[in-house]
């Protein structure tokens, strides 16, 4: 077992019964003229955290943990699009619309891709979902407890948006959740603020935080 220091208390885990879970991190969240972009987001604020991931992904693989990789995306046919979804408000693109890199969150498309300093490797799994949670309407459950996984540890964007959800639909499943309060990320810092405060607040009511120091430190 290893123990790390986090809030609201130290978070125990055993590397072969945890995941590291990346949420979306998608040339169309973190690169201009994708999704992000499109809703009128400054997404240059989002690209700041990849150093950090790189870092913490190649400490987790040394340790031979495994690794989750999520992209937000939908089917070409965008039948896994509620039209709630379209429709709501006034982007620039909508979903499924032809941007500068190829249909906005769409299975496939260049956009749609995890970006380039992060990208999965052979044994790694790929989830592709069509909501903001990791477990909605994925075999993401199925896959962690054929393998035994107990614990998550998070990071990706957006911090509010899907990686919260995600934590939250972890925490209902049974699952130990940490978000690494270094790799994750917002186009609105005082929401990440919030969330980080809000996850671990009540007795950790959803999960765990922690700087990815803390990780590092017992990874070796
Ligand atoms: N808009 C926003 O902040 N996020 C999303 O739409 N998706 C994810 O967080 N991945």
């Known amino acids: ?9 130290t978070f125990s885990f055993a ?12 040339r169309d969240f973190i690169e201009p003229g994708g ?17 950090t991931c790189q870092t913490v992904l ?25 039209p709630s979804k379209r429709n709501r408000g006034a982007p620039t693109l909508r979903i499924g619309d032809v941007g500068p890199m190829g249909r906005i969150l769409v299975a496939g498309e260049p956009g749609n891709q995890i970006i380039a ?4 490797v052979a044994g790694e799994i790929v989830l592709d979902k069509p909501g903001k949670g990791a477990f909605y309407a994925t ?23 899907c990686v919260q959800t995600s ?20 186009y609105f810092p005082h ?13 950790g009511i959803v999960g765990w935080t922690a700087p990815s120091a803390a990780l590092l430190d017992v990874l070796g």
């Open 58 to 82: 190649g400490a987790w693989r040394r340790a031979g943990g495994l690794v989750v990789h999520t992209r937000e995306s939908h089917r070409t046919d965008l039948s896994d699009c509620p």
């Open 167 to 186: 934590m939250r639909e972890a925490n209902d499943r049974g699952y130990d959740s940490l978000l690494l309060t270094d790799c994750t990320e917002s």
């Open 139 to 161: 075999n993401l459950h199925n896959l962690l407890q054929a393998r035994g996984i107990t614990h998550l540890l998070f990071m990706g964007v957006t911090t509010e948006v």
């Open 191 to 203: 929401f990440k603020a919030a969330t980080v405060e809000m996850l671990h607040a009540q007795g």
């Open 15 to 26: 590397v072969a019964s945890t995941a590291l879970l990346i949420i979306d991190m998608q």
């Open 117 to 120: 300093e992060l990208a999965p």
């Open 35 to 51: 999704f992000g972009a499109t809703l009128g987001n400054d997404v240059s604020l989002l690209s700041a955290i990849v150093p």
């Open 1 to 9: 077992m290893k123990t790390i220091a986090a809030q609201p208390f």
